[in-house]
């Protein structure tokens, strides 16, 4: 970790620290469980997200999912969901978090659901699909990439995953804990030899000095087994890793695929495995010191046998379960009415050579920013408690690794799983560092600098908040 990012997790270690109380009440009823997965999988064609380029869906390689885990003690009822697709919204999570209140009775605070950010998913929301859906109707009249529209079918997915999730309860026991890996993810922010700071400067480059920033080798692990013979139902994988290693024009959801599918061999075919992103607005595959590229198989088999030799010694859990969410408003960057209006001269621009690429991404940032209509926006910081010793932590964003290690640092509980992407989306969340440091990240951002560590120390409070309660 650089000396930093060190202080970053000092200083909010030292705002919240927490010790659990000593007089902690104990849990009503024994604990049930259940897992379940539904095909989120648009029609082909279908625009695909990740880039910015526009690219047509010709296939499906894997299917994308919706996973669910809904647990239940006494009158708590807690669901976690990730889905497969690049991100999410408000418009998504809100009224699927609202349907399943009315269904399940499990409150809105009490649901998480987080995107993968697969790169090999839909491209359904967002200023460039609205760009490339309104240029094909302005062209023919219709968007025949869009016969459908997906997101009432992604909300339908949310809410029988969590539904099946929740007709399939049953008594069940939690294991957590951690294991290390490395030699799969890197920073991919590099301090130059111009004195800049470059993201993904090209491997071999002779240029690099050194990494901008740490990775985060922890996988966090939860493991949900059949109370009455042992069995594993599922559970949750949490790592710090950007979902971009396949590629292409096939729906994927890339490496945690192949993770789900690894696990398997070892743990059942029963096994349903939930990928809740870690930190990693920083992080990818790309090691710059060798031509070898990373595979989504590779990554996943070898993801796999880690988490599958940590299975026999993980800690148990004291089931407890309780929620936590507060919502807080951050500043959004300002515009003038010129630089919008030069925004949308650019859009036509975007996926050419006309305009450099940090451009493109300007052009789209102000006018997503612009289309909130607001000077701030809402940002939620989830935790949900599931025994003394576990917690998981839901941030909205692509967030830096450094915030989340510092989340992890200052946590109260023995295991922390934090997950990125939750809820909502304002792109990148790079701390004050990369902030005055620049590039892509600091460009691709619904947030001003500071607004990283603000969600951090507000992850911090819940978590200390849920220690107590």
């Given at each position: 970790?650089?000396?930093?990012?060190?202080?970053?997790?000092?200083?909010?270690?030292?705002?919240?620290?927490?010790?659990?109380?000593?007089?902690?009440?104990?849990?009503?009823?024994?604990?049930l469980g259940g897992l379940a997965a539904v095909d989120i999988t648009p029609p082909v064609p279908y625009r695909m997200s990740g880039y910015f380029h526009e690219r047509l869906s010709d296939g499906v390689l894997d299917p994308l999912r919706a996973k669910a885990m809904v647990l239940a003690q006494g009158g708590r009822k807690l669901a976690i969901v990730s889905c497969d697709v690049i991100a999410l919204t408000r418009e998504i999570t809100d009224?699927?978090?609202?349907?399943?209140?009315?269904?399940?009775?499990?409150?809105?605070?009490?649901?998480?659901?987080?995107?993968?950010?697969?790169?090999?998913?839909?491209?359904?929301?967002?200023?460039?699909?609205?760009?490339?859906?309104?240029?094909?109707?302005?062209?023919?009249?219709?968007?025949?990439?869009?016969?459908?529209?997906?997101?009432?079918?992604?909300?339908?997915?949310?809410?029988?995953?969590?539904?099946?999730?929740?007709?399939?309860?049953?008594?069940?026991?939690?294991?957590?804990?951690?294991?290390?890996?490395?030699?799969?993810?890197?920073?991919?922010?590099?301090?130059?030899?111009?004195?800049?700071?470059?993201?993904?400067?090209?491997?071999?480059?002779?240029?690099?000095?050194?990494?901008?920033?740490?990775?985060?080798?922890?996988?966090?692990?939860?493991?949900?087994?059949?109370?009455?013979?042992?069995?594993?139902?599922?559970?949750?994988?949490?790592?710090?890793?950007?979902?971009?290693?396949?590629?292409?024009?096939?729906?994927?959801?890339?490496?945690?695929?192949?993770?789900?599918?690894?696990?398997?061999?070892?743990?059942?075919?029963?096994?349903?495995?939930?990928?809740?992103?870690?930190?990693?607005?920083?992080?990818?595959?790309?090691?710059?010191?060798?031509?070898?590229?990373?595979?989504?198989?590779?990554?996943?088999?070898?993801?796999?046998?880690?988490?599958?030799?940590?299975?026999?010694?993980?800690?148990?859990?004291?089931?407890?379960?309780?929620?936590?969410?507060?919502?807080?408003?951050?500043?959004?960057?300002?515009?003038?009415?010129?630089?919008?209006?030069?925004?949308?001269?650019?859009?036509?621009?975007?996926?050419?050579?006309?305009?450099?690429?940090?451009?493109?991404?300007?052009?789209?940032?102000?006018?997503?920013?612009?289309?909130?209509?607001?000077?701030?926006?809402?940002?939620?910081?989830?935790?949900?408690?599931?025994?003394?010793?576990?917690?998981?932590?839901?941030?909205?964003?692509?967030?830096?690794?450094?915030?989340?290690?510092?989340?992890?640092?200052?946590?109260?509980?023995?295991?922390?799983?934090?997950?990125?992407?939750?809820?909502?989306?304002?792109?990148?969340?790079?701390?004050?560092?990369?902030?005055?440091?620049?590039?892509?990240?600091?460009?691709?951002?619904?947030?001003?600098?500071?607004?990283?560590?603000?969600?951090?120390?507000?992850?911090?409070?819940?978590?200390?908040?849920?220690?107590?309660?």
């Amino acid at each position: 970790m650089s000396g930093k990012a060190a202080a970053v997790c000092l200083v909010l270690l030292a705002a919240c620290q927490a010790i659990p109380a000593a007089d902690a009440p104990q849990a009503d009823g024994p604990l049930l469980g259940g897992l379940a997965a539904v095909d989120i999988t648009p029609p082909v064609p279908y625009r695909m997200s990740g880039y910015f380029h526009e690219r047509l869906s010709d296939g499906v390689l894997d299917p994308l999912r919706a996973k669910a885990m809904v647990l239940a003690q006494g009158g708590r009822k807690l669901a976690i969901v990730s889905c497969d697709v690049i991100a999410l919204t408000r418009e998504i999570t809100d009224p699927a978090r609202k349907r399943i209140a009315e269904a399940l009775k499990i409150p809105p605070a009490n649901v998480l659901i987080s995107a993968t950010h697969t790169h090999t998913g839909p491209l359904y929301m967002g200023v460039l699909r609205d760009y490339f859906h309104q240029r094909a109707v302005d062209k023919t009249g219709s968007d025949d990439c869009e016969k459908d529209p997906y997101p009432p079918r992604l909300i339908e997915g949310i809410v029988q995953a969590v539904t099946k999730a929740h007709a399939a309860l049953k008594p069940v026991r939690l294991e957590a804990g951690s294991a290390r890996q490395e030699g799969l993810s890197f920073n991919r922010r590099f301090h130059m030899q111009d004195g800049s700071v470059v993201f993904n400067p090209g491997v071999l480059n002779p240029r690099i000095v050194r990494p901008a920033g740490p990775i985060d080798p922890q996988v966090g692990i939860v493991l949900c087994r059949d109370a009455a013979d042992g069995k594993a139902l599922g559970g949750i994988v949490n790592f710090a890793l950007h979902l971009d290693t396949t590629g292409g024009t096939k729906y994927s959801a890339d490496y945690p695929h192949y993770l789900e599918q690894s696990l398997r061999r070892t743990l059942g075919e029963q096994f349903v495995c939930l990928y809740g992103t870690g930190t990693c607005g920083d992080i990818n595959h790309i090691d710059v010191t060798r031509r070898e590229r990373l595979t989504a198989e590779r990554i996943g088999a070898t993801l796999a046998d880690t988490v599958a030799a940590k299975t026999g010694s993980l800690g148990a859990v004291h089931a407890d379960l309780a929620a936590q969410s507060r919502t807080i408003e951050l500043p959004l960057p300002q515009f003038t009415d010129e630089q919008i209006d030069q925004a949308r001269a650019d859009m036509p621009k975007v996926g050419t050579r006309e305009l450099p690429f940090l451009g493109q991404v300007e052009a789209c940032r102000r006018l997503a920013v612009h289309k909130r209509g607001a000077a701030t926006m809402k940002h939620e910081v989830q935790v949900l408690r599931l025994g003394r010793e576990l917690a998981v932590v839901g941030l909205p964003g692509e967030v830096f690794v450094e915030l989340g290690q510092a989340v992890k640092k200052a946590s109260p509980f023995q295991t922390t799983l934090v997950i990125e992407l939750a809820q909502d989306c304002p792109a990148y969340v790079p701390t004050r560092k990369a902030f005055a440091e620049g590039s892509y990240e600091t460009v691709n951002t619904h947030v001003t600098s500071g607004g990283g560590e603000r969600l951090a120390e507000t992850a911090c409070e819940l978590l200390k908040q849920a220690a107590k309660q």
